[in-house]
């Protein structure tokens, strides 16, 4: 739905004196026209578009005033500009400043766009913590899905420093669960149902739609890659795995290379060609769901992939398909292969040293126990490949060292020595706050390039059954936090029945710009 409002302004003021010796006197006049637009691409409330038709060619600047103003530009001068307004309040009559910059002179004009309220399934943000100066520049975008009776509705949505919702786009139109939201290089966003891929500019303009073959599911992850390619993690529909003379279908557990000037999959990667399908150590859901894979990080030094997989660890393949090496604990690995018939495995599970180089006893490389200063990621998301070349994930810990007695989650930095198949801990956060951000599924974990922060996403967080998702932004080099938000959500099936699509999740949360 879209409203129009139509202004025509006509203006006189003084010229701006151009030198300490000169005031002019004269002046001069422009006439202008501002027609507004609200959500103008159906998808996007919280966005407008205004239309600008002036006498005298003009740069133009708008600003949506409030206690956080959000600034949008257009630097060439024309006599007809479309300028995107973003950051709308919601439930507001807006006050949008316009700036129009001419030769010899500067109108500022200030409108009113009306807004509806939030959908009332969408959460309260809490921020508990600001220090604005040691941050990372922009605003909070969380990739959210709502609980809809076994299934999600996704909006992704942009929060301020305040915990207002400045914007998201209602994907209702899709019919179905959307993941994952992030920004790409252009600058406009993915999106990804299980057989479509949809890039919107930030207005929400569809920029693209990509459909994949039938045969696959998209899930969890799609990256992109350097020259614009995407890299997916995907399920098939005729895949299986046979475990104990038994044949079941599988999931979760391909990657595909999908060429997007040729627009069709160029090359398929099949994890279970590199692991051991029948290692069920971590795996408490179902038989074909071995893998569980959840994430994608792209090496470009080496062209390699990093594939994080909840129910077996981190693993890295090349872009020819071998097998470089597997982070996990040294327990129950077999020979790799859907009938377990290849080659085994344990030659490339990497080996846990302190910060000496010396490896740790056999119960922390089986991860029975872990030691004071390291321990695996168990049910691993998000792994994050850093400029120095050690790769952060979100450690989530569910069933860590086997039991269900160490119930923390944490953000932590690896180093790995991939001649020597070796890797040891360098850092992390979140161990010693304990339930507080312990989320047994989803979650994510940032590098931040400008504060080299790490901001870290405890996603589904859940005690006494008061389901929300923290946000920490924190400095590596003293571990302290500089920002800290609670989402709690709304859940709308009222957290009666847990499972899929009965609570709200959060998987992933950016620091992100508001810009188009």
Request: charged content about 25%; proline content about 4%.
């Amino acid at each position: 739905m879209w409203t129009k409002i139509s202004l025509v302004r006509k203006s006189i003021f003084t010229l701006i004196s151009l030198s300490l010796f000169f005031i002019s006197c004269n002046n001069s006049q422009l006439e202008y026209t501002i027609e507004t637009t609200l959500n103008p691409n159906n998808i996007s409330p919280l966005t407008a578009t205004l239309q600008i038709n002036t006498d005298k060619p003009c740069s133009v600047r708008v600003k949506v005033l409030g206690d956080i103003p959000v600034e949008q530009s257009i630097k060439d001068v024309n006599t007809a500009s479309t300028v995107s307004v973003l950051g709308l309040y919601p439930n507001q009559l807006n006050k949008v400043e316009v700036t129009l910059d001419f030769h010899g002179g500067q109108q500022v004009d200030v409108i009113e766009i009306q807004t509806e309220q939030l959908p009332d399934y969408f959460p309260t943000v809490n921020v508990d913590k600001l220090e604005k100066e040691a941050m990372e520049p922009g605003m909070h975008a969380l990739d959210i899905h709502f609980a809809n009776f076994g299934k999600f509705r996704s909006a992704p949505i942009i929060f301020d420093d305040q915990g207002n919702i400045r914007w998201y786009l209602d994907l209702s139109f899709h019919g179905a669960m959307l993941s994952p939201f992030q920004k790409i290089k252009n600058g406009n966003i993915l999106v990804a149902g299980r057989r479509t891929i949809y890039e919107f500019d930030m207005m929400g303009k569809q920029m693209d739609k990509i459909q994949i073959d039938n045969n696959y599911g998209i899930h969890h992850d799609v990256l992109e890659l350097p020259n614009r390619d995407l890299l997916l993690c995907v399920g098939t529909r005729d895949a299986h795995i046979e475990i104990d003379g038994k044949t079941i279908l599988s999931d979760s557990d391909f990657m595909i290379h999908y060429d997007r000037k040729q627009s069709k999959v160029a090359k398929k990667w099949d994890l279970a060609k590199h692991l051991d399908v029948s290692r069920d150590d971590l795996n408490f859901f179902r038989g074909g769901d071995w893998l569980h894979m959840n994430a994608l990080e792209f090496d470009p030094r080496d062209s390699t992939i990093i594939v994080s997989g909840r129910n077996q660890g981190l693993i890295k393949v090349s872009w020819d398909d071998k097998l470089k090496w597997i982070m996990s604990p040294k327990q129950h690995w077999g020979k790799s292969g859907r009938k377990g018939n290849g080659y085994e495995t344990k030659p490339y599970l990497l080996t846990a040293v302190n910060s000496q180089g010396l490896p740790y006893a056999n119960d922390i490389q089986t991860g029975h126990k872990s030691a004071e200063d390291f321990d695996f990621p168990w049910g691993p998301h998000a792994p994050y490949l850093l400029p120095s070349g050690n790769i952060i994930v979100f450690d989530n810990g569910p069933f860590r060292n086997y039991n269900n007695e160490n119930n923390y989650s944490r953000a932590v930095e690896y180093e790995i020595n991939e001649v020597d198949k070796t890797f040891k801990q360098v850092w992390q956060y979140g161990k010693n706050r304990g339930i507080e951000l312990f989320s047994s599924i989803v979650s994510d974990v940032d590098f931040l390039p400008k504060t080299k922060n790490i901001l870290m996403t405890s996603g589904f967080v859940s005690p006494k059954n008061i389901h929300r998702a923290k946000i920490v932004e924190v400095s590596p080099e003293n571990n302290k936090e500089v920002f800290e938000a609670t989402v709690f959500f709304k859940s709308t099936n009222k957290g009666k029945k847990r499972g899929w699509g009965q609570t709200d999740i959060l998987y992933r949360s950016e620091r992100m710009e508001l810009q188009n």
